[in-house]
């Protein structure tokens, strides 16, 4: 994460009311973060979910829009992480899009939406707050397949609170001394910046049974700037671009079973991520108003992640928790991070829900 690497310019970080006894404790929270930073080549450095399914428009920015069973969503997202260091890692999105202009295009349509994330890490309040827009078209291909393109812009500002550090300068062999010079040079405690991420995806869904869908996206395709201090001869603080790609599907076994595998890949600079899994719908009530969502995922080299959910109507629920399977499962007491998506898929009022055709596999209702 962007927001380890922060950290970690400053040699030697802790609470500012950290004595001797601080020091060693210090020690360990920047072993956790720099084995975030180095271990297995830490997944990924921006922000991301475990959930990256629920959390479509950031996965890719062509999804926007791309709702086979619905006209409009909105969606929520929470994420805690590293519980055993002092100030864990906190990070919430909100999300919404829409399908619009539907009676320009026979047989296309355009997304819009947008997307507010906030996240705050460790003891010095290091916050990021971004937000985007996002459009996409989507055009049908015969009567089974639909191709997407789409692109976000958004602005981006991350800040820290630099009263609440101290640094190894300021240690005099007993306490850190913080009238002491930090010896960091800091430009500014807060920056902003102009973010642009573009994608492109397909689906197809050759029966009722079957549906299938990928896509490509890349991140931070302007590189912008990012640093708190000032620039320096060879050291280039630009945002390294992030490429995502991913592929699911939704296959109905049965009127109680529709399971749904999927895969996520990202990389950035040398930092890869690699998930893959399922999670089942079990139809409750044999109309499909009631549902019960179970499933597991791997990030390799990091962590198994059961999640379990339910939904109601338009109305879907879920939970995953991270089981820590690397090297810091020891620092971190096996906790790892706790994650929750709450989704609501709509109708304009002009239709009924009962008469909207879907592309997705559905139970009957």
Known sequence: MTTVMQFCKCPNITS???????????????LVLLQLMFVNGVRSQD???????????????????FLPESDYRIGAQYRTQWTSI??????FRIFGDAQVFRDRFETGWVGLGGVILRDVAGSGNLISTKIYGSAAYHQMI?????????????WANKRIDLTKFTFDNQWNGKFFDVSAPSGEVFANNSI???DVQVGLNYAWFPTDDIYVHG???????????????????????????????????MIKLNEQWIISPAAYFSTQAKATELMLGLHANYNLTGDGEQQLIGGVYYRGGDAF?????????????MFSFDANTSSLKNATNLRGATEFALMYNGYYSEYNGDMRQSLCPTFAR
């Open 16 to 30: 500012r009311n950290a004595g001797a006894a601080g020091k060693g404790f210090s020690v360990l929270t920047l």
């Open 192 to 194: 902003s910046y102009l």
């Open 305 to 317: 992640i059961p999640m379990i959910g339910y939904q109601w109507k338009n109305v879907r629920f």
């Open 142 to 154: 015969e009567n089974t397949g639909l191709l997407s393109a789409g692109f976000n812009i958004g």
């Open 86 to 91: 002092p100030v864990p890692f906190k990070t």
């Open 215 to 249: 896509g490509f996206s890349a991140h931070h395709v302007n590189r912008p700037r990012e640093s708190f201090f000032n620039e320096r001869p060879g050291y280039d603080n630009r945002i390294p671009a992030r490429y995502i790609g991913f592929a699911d599907a």
């Open 47 to 65: 922000l991301h979910f475990s959930q990256f399914f629920n959390s479509p428009l950031t996965t890719n920015p062509a999804n926007t829009g």
